[in-house]
């Protein structure tokens, strides 16, 4: 044991070594106001606690006062942390004088978070604190519901359904609306179509519930079965609104009829129904995947002469339309025109965008794009894991790590993908120490990594003959799974 932990500190002291180059930064006013912002405080100590277990003390000696309030910024900011949102949040409602009282939506952000990394028992009982505290409502079954279905677990997303009304919250068609998008979502249409079939007589089926299995249908994809559907919906007197036909027009287009979704844009712009912005950038956007640029022009200028004003999906996109054809200056020109009209490039512009150049082989221009994005806009995961791949990906693991040192400045949480494309990278690069840190800051975070990434780093310790590392990485894992949370 004495030489395992030798090891692991060692590992530990390259990778900080690794994270401190480039010297001290020097403490400016953002930095002075950050220090005196609650929320910002308690991220920066939370985010950078390496052992969850040691959270409590931390956070006990923090000095800071926990509102409601603060408490929800937090967790919302942290929902990707895992156990530490957990803890933080159970530490909260333990504080001296009363503790805090959680507003609903820190319950739900908890909740969220926790299915998130499958620890479904203590997501159930956070849900008995809530009917004890008499704040459960349907959103927070819904919640429940869309994370099992998501997870394939489509009989605990009926059983979460089913058992409402004995959390003191009576199921109704919000409820059972939702209970079928979790389903269709998920791929699993047909166990949508049979609850509703056996449940359709407790509540009345309104436009959502036929729009939603439309979709499904629409997406296995099934259009024989989804038209059905839709005549279904008629005969039931169910008129289609706004969202049902914007479904149809996305299905269509999905499988490769646009000209089909056309005509039911003609359609039910003579019922007197008028696009939105969404029917208007699923057109755009498949003009785009098809290389129809001049037809994806022309829809977003038809779209501005009918008086529609475009937002940021339909700008994105155009822009997704010129990235296809490889015609970036007009992309930019896109961007520019946004700003113009008072609509701010969102994250998912820029990665449009960087995506694009990345596919194009455009390395140095997406990393110019990254530089420029970051100081006009907050990077999202996404941005973070295709930036860390590109680099690993060309064998610059050093470029890599400044992008993760960078997220880490920022105080942002990385994603399951994004530890992985770095512990895949510092594999291929035969840094095992610094994979193994980083998988240990993952596991501590309560997030599981993949098995081919788990999986990888093995074979290597083995191959090492590292093999106390491995038994303790293995043991980590195990107390993820089983998560004792308080020593």
């Known amino acids: 044991m004495g030489v395992f932990r030798h090891t692991w500190l060692e590992a530990r002291k390259v990778f900080v070594r690794m994270l401190s180059n480039g010297g001290a930064a020097s403490v400016s006013g953002d930095a002075l106001v950050d220090a005196l912002d609650p929320t910002k405080r308690l991220c920066k100590l939370i985010i950078s606690c390496r052992k969850a277990s040691a959270l409590e003390h931390e956070l006990d000696h923090s000095g800071v006062r926990v509102t409601p309030e603060v408490a929800e910024r937090v967790l919302e900011r942290l929902d990707n942390a895992g156990m530490l949102t957990y803890r933080f949040f159970e530490w909260a409602r333990r504080q001296k004088r009363g503790g805090c009282?959680?507003?609903?939506r820190s319950f739900h952000t908890v909740v969220g978070s926790l299915a998130k990394i499958r620890q479904y028992q203590l997501m159930w009982d956070v849900v008995a604190v809530m009917r004890k505290e008499g704040v459960a409502n349907v959103e927070t079954f819904c919640i429940i519901m869309r994370k099992?279905?998501?997870?394939?677990?489509f009989d605990e997303a009926v059983y979460t359904f089913n058992v409402m009304e004995k959390y003191g919250v009576s199921s109704n068609l919000a409820a059972?609306?939702?209970?079928?998008?979790?389903?269709?979502?998920?791929?699993?249409?047909r166990k949508a179509q049979e609850i509703f079939d056996k449940m359709n007589n407790r509540f009345t089926p309104d436009a959502k519930t036929y729009s939603i299995l439309l979709e499904g249908w629409g997406r296995a994809p099934n259009l024989?079965?989804?038209?059905?559907?839709?005549?279904?919906?008629?005969?039931?007197?169910?008129?289609?609104d706004i969202v049902t036909y914007g479904i149809m027009v996305d299905v269509l287009c999905k499988t490769g009829r646009i000209e089909e979704a056309v005509r039911v844009v003609h359609d039910m712009s003579s019922r007197g129904c008028q696009p939105t912005t969404?029917?208007?950038?699923?057109?755009?956007?498949?003009?785009?995947?098809?290389?129809?640029?001049?037809?994806?022009v022309a829809t977003f200028l038809d779209m501005e002469k009918d008086g529609v004003v475009p937002d940021v999906v339909v700008y994105n996109a155009l822009v997704t339309a010129f990235c296809k054809v490889k015609k970036f200056d007009n992309a930019f020109r896109v961007m520019d025109d946004m700003e113009g009209h008072g609509i701010t490039p969102n994250s998912r512009t820029w990665n449009i965008i960087l995506n694009a150049l990345i596919s194009h082989g455009k390395d140095d221009e997406a990393y110019r794009v990254f530089r420029s994005m970051i100081?006009?806009?907050?990077?999202?995961?996404?941005?973070?894991?295709?930036?860390?791949?590109?680099?690993?990906?060309?064998d610059k693991i050093e470029m890599a790590l400044k992008v993760w040192k960078y997220m880490r400045l920022k105080q942002f949480i990385?994603?399951?993908?994004?530890?992985?494309?770095?512990?895949?990278g510092l594999c291929d690069k035969g840094e095992v120490s610094q994979a193994c840190v980083l998988l240990e800051d993952m596991i501590e975070k309560g997030i599981r990594p993949p098995g081919s990434t788990f999986g990888k780093l093995r074979q290597l310790l083995l191959k090492e003959g590292r093999k106390d590392v491995l038994e303790f990485l293995v043991e980590k894992m195990k107390m993820l799974i089983q998560e004792p949370l308080f020593d």
């Open 414 to 424: 990385p994603s399951m993908h994004t530890f992985s494309v770095l512990i895949n």
């Open 101 to 104: 009282a959680h507003t609903v």
């Open 278 to 296: 969404f029917i208007y950038s699923v057109l755009v956007h498949t003009y785009g995947v098809e290389m129809r640029i001049e037809d994806a």
């Open 176 to 189: 059972f609306n939702s209970l079928l998008s979790a389903l269709c979502k998920s791929k699993n249409v």
């Open 224 to 240: 024989p079965k989804m038209w059905e559907v839709y005549n279904e919906m008629l005969d039931s007197g169910c008129q289609p």
């Open 375 to 394: 100081k006009r806009c907050q990077p999202d995961s996404d941005t973070y894991t295709v930036m860390i791949k590109m680099f690993c990906d060309n």
């Open 148 to 153: 099992y279905a998501r997870a394939q677990k």
